[in-house]
């Protein structure tokens, strides 16, 4: 399986992007996926997930209310909508599909928030 995210960039405090993850080779409506974050120099952090159906989801603290993931299967694709950016949202944003003992990860896009 191969996951490739895109929609990463720079954005000022306040602003909004939208990420994608896009899955190839892998049967995509069976797994859960979930966006990951790193900082600079800090360890690599949940930040959202959505079950296979898309009838659970689940949100860090720090980004409820902000961010909003959702699904397409017949795309084969998870967006993660995020609104009202801060600084401390900056990092590398990964997407993950999990099924049983079965991850794959994506390469990661990157995400500037600038004061």
């Known amino acids: 399986g191969q996951l490739v995210e895109s929609g990463g960039g720079s954005v000022q405090a306040g602003g909004s992007l939208r990420l994608a993850c896009a899955a190839s080779?892998?049967?995509?409506?069976?797994?859960?996926i979930g966006w990951f974050r790193q900082a600079p120099g800090k360890e690599r952090e949940f930040v959202a997930a959505?079950?296979?159906?898309?009838?659970?989801?689940y949100y860090a603290d720090s980004v409820k209310g902000r961010f909003t993931i959702s699904r397409d299967n017949a795309k084969n694709t998870v967006y993660l909508q995020m609104n009202s950016l801060k600084p401390e949202d900056t990092g590398v944003y990964y997407c993950n599909a999990r099924l049983d003992s079965r991850s794959y990860w994506g390469q990661g896009t990157q995400v500037t928030v600038s004061s």
């Open positions: 080779g892998l049967t995509f409506e069976a797994y859960a």
């Open positions: 959505i079950s296979w159906s898309a009838g659970s989801t």
